[in-house]
């Protein structure tokens, strides 16, 4: 049976499954993610929406094949295959901030039954500032504040954004031929930092940033109308200076700016603890012993971060859930 009417099917069948149910019974909505990943971080999302009538299931779109991914998703679930009891949730990545100039942009802002993250990626949310200490305090077990990650990064958003334009604009245009995700990735990516110093590597960013603005101004000499059309059309759409960094590439991010930040401020943490624990112990035994204790206590940094879900009240996930609470009450 071909997947596209096995997958029709299927969405008919939880329809009819819900209708032919006890009235008492809990209508199953199904909820279909792009990657493993996505099931807790859209679980997180789904969970107060579930009551004694309705409950998700999250799960990826096939039980038959491996295939994962946004395109799978939205490929097997739209044009009539998601419904009142089959949904699809799926990252933002760039989709939202084009507004519809691609076919699947046009699909993931306009299927009422399908859901985005508004921040590029689960790993921007993931990544939500206010949250990282948290992050750091069960990563070490070491609740003293050593980086401040909010200004940091409203720092590193602020120093991104006129470059971050320019991206939306060649993805809104056509043009991302000549500067792609891959590129603005190269150049926002801060470096090597002191954690007790980390201004100079604010510095060097916006050099990067600036350098490569003056270029993209030199090979597109007349699109500064455009650009500001672009720059006020982002910030309509949540995109602030301030959280840029909600919005570009999520695993990039992720890999290239957060778990390094995070590394150096753990590791720092970490021996904090350790010196105390030498410190203040009484005899050999006594510090062997708290040492052994602590060592096994202390947490996978890339573990704890995929876990987070300090994220709740930022602006993306509100939002999500706004639509979610439209599409379960009209």
């Known amino acids: 049976m071909p997947s596209r009417l096995k997958d029709h099917l299927n ?16 209508r199953r909505i199904i909820a279909y993610v792009e990657s493993y990943d996505d099931i807790y971080f859209w679980r997180t ?7 004694d009538k309705r409950y998700f299931e999250v799960m990826l779109p096939s039980h038959q094949k491996l295939e994962r991914g946004k395109k799978s998703v939205l490929m097997n679930f739209i044009k009539g ?5 089959m949904i699809a949730c799926v990252d933002a990545d760039y989709d939202y901030l084009i507004q519809g ?37 069960a990563v070490t077990l070491n609740d003293r504040r050593i980086f401040d990650f909010e200004d ?11 470059l971050f334009v320019w991206s ?11 500067f792609s995700l891959s590129d603005l990735a190269r150049v926002i990516d801060p470096g090597g930092f002191n954690v007790f110093d980390p201004q100079p590597s604010i510095e060097r960013l916006r050099q990067k940033v600036g350098h490569k603005v003056k270029q993209l101004q030199m090979e597109f000499p007349d699109n500064k109308e455009q650009y500001l059309q672009v720059k006020t059309s982002i910030k309509e759409l949540g995109v602030t200076p301030q959280t840029t960094y909600l919005y570009v590439q999520g695993h990039s991010l992720f890999d290239n700016v957060i778990v390094p930040i995070l590394s150096k401020v753990c590791n720092r943490l970490r021996l904090e603890r350790q010196d105390e624990i030498s410190r203040t112990a009484r005899h050999y035994t006594q510090r ?13 940094i890339r573990q704890m971060l995929k876990k987070n879900n300090g994220y709740t009240l930022s602006a993306p996930f509100l939002h999500v859930q706004e639509d979610i609470e439209h599409f379960l009450n009209p």
């Open 81 to 85: 295959r998601v419904g009142q009891d």
């Open 101 to 137: 100039v691609t076919p699947q942009s046009k699909s993931v802002l306009e299927n009422p039954f399908v859901f985005h993250t508004y921040a590029y990626a689960i790993e921007n949310l993931q990544c939500y500032a206010p949250s990282l200490h948290e992050v750091c305090v």
């Open 45 to 51: 999302v789904l969970n107060r929406f579930e009551n």
């Open 168 to 178: 939306v604009w060649a993805y809104r245009t056509g043009n991302h031929n000549q």
């Open 11 to 26: 969405s008919r069948y939880f329809e009819a499954a819900n209708q032919l149910t006890s009235k008492k019974a809990r």
């Open 152 to 162: 940091y990064l409203t720092q590193y958003s602020e120093a991104i954004f006129p």
């Open 288 to 300: 062997r012993n708290e040492m052994s204790c602590y060592e096994h206590s202390i947490q996978d």
